[in-house]
C-alpha cells in the first residue's frame, strides 16, 4: 500500500485521487489557523517555493481536534492562510486525524509510523508533554497524532521516509526534503 492508494475531499467538496500526486515528494501536514505552531505557515511556504520545482508537494489537512485551534470553515481557513501566509500549496477539506472518524490517509500513516516525542528544546515541547501525560500518562506509546503540524515526508515512490512532530526542526525537515527530492 503506498499514498497512492488514497483518495481525500478537496475544499469544494470534490474528491481527489492522491496518485495525482505519483513520483512527487509529499510533505502531509495536519494544520490549524489558532495554535502556537501555526507561523510554521510561512516556513512551509518558503520550502514549497524553493523546491516545488524539483518535485515537492505540501499536502494541508486542516484539523480541528486539537483544542479546536481550526475553526471556521474550509473557505474561512483558506482565506486565513493565504491572506496572513501567501500560502500556494493544496490545502484539503478540514479532517479528523485521530478517533473513529479519523480518514483513511491518517489511519495509514498513525499505524506504519511511531510517535517521535517532542523536542524538549523547543519552547512548546515540555507545555505539550505535560498537557498530554495529565490526559494519558501512556500518550507516548500511542502513534496517534499529537497535535497541530505533525509533518509525514512520502518519497516519491509513495512511501513514508520520515514522521517529524510539531517541534521539530523546519530546518531539519527542510534537510530531509533535499535529500529525498
Known amino acids: 500500500m503506498s499514498i497512492y492508494d488514497f483518495k ?14 505519483k513520483g ?4 502531509v501536514v495536519n494544520t ?3 495554535c502556537g505552531f501555526t507561523p510554521q505557515y510561512s516556513d ?9 520545482k524539483d518535485g515537492l508537494e505540501i499536502l494541508d489537512f486542516p484539523c480541528n481536534q486539537f483544542a479546536d485551534q481550526a475553526p471556521g470553515s474550509d473557505e474561512e481557513i483558506h ?5 496572513r501566509f ?31 516525542g517532542f523536542d524538549k528544546l523547543h519552547p512548546l515541547g515540555i507545555l505539550l508533554s505535560g498537557m498530554l501525560k495529565k490526559q494519558d500518562s ?18 516519491r515512490n509513495g512511501e513514508i521516509v520520515e514522521r517529524f512532530e510539531p517541534t521539530a526542526s ?4 527542510e534537510e530531509r526534503i533535499k535529500e529525498i527530492l
Open 24 to 27: 512527487r515528494v509529499l510533505l
Open 138 to 155: 501512556e500518550y507516548k506509546k500511542s502513534s496517534s497524532i499529537k497535535w497541530n503540524f505533525t509533518k509525514f515526508l512520502i518519497n
Open 44 to 52: 512551509l511556504q518558503k520550502i514549497y517555493e524553493a523546491y516545488q
Open 86 to 116: 501567501g500560502i500556494t500549496f493544496p490545502q484539503f477539506s478540514k479532517v479528523d486525524v485521530n478517533g473513529d472518524q479519523a480518514i483513511p490517509l491518517y489511519q495509514w500513516l498513525t499505524q506504519n509510523t511511531e510517535f517521535g
Open 32 to 34: 490549524a489557523t489558532g
Open 79 to 83: 482565506t486565513f492562510c493565504t491572506g
Open 8 to 21: 481525500v475531499q478537496a475544499r469544494d467538496g470534490s474528491e481527489v485521487s492522491l496518485s495525482d500526486y
Open 170 to 173: 523546519m530546518k531539519k525537515v
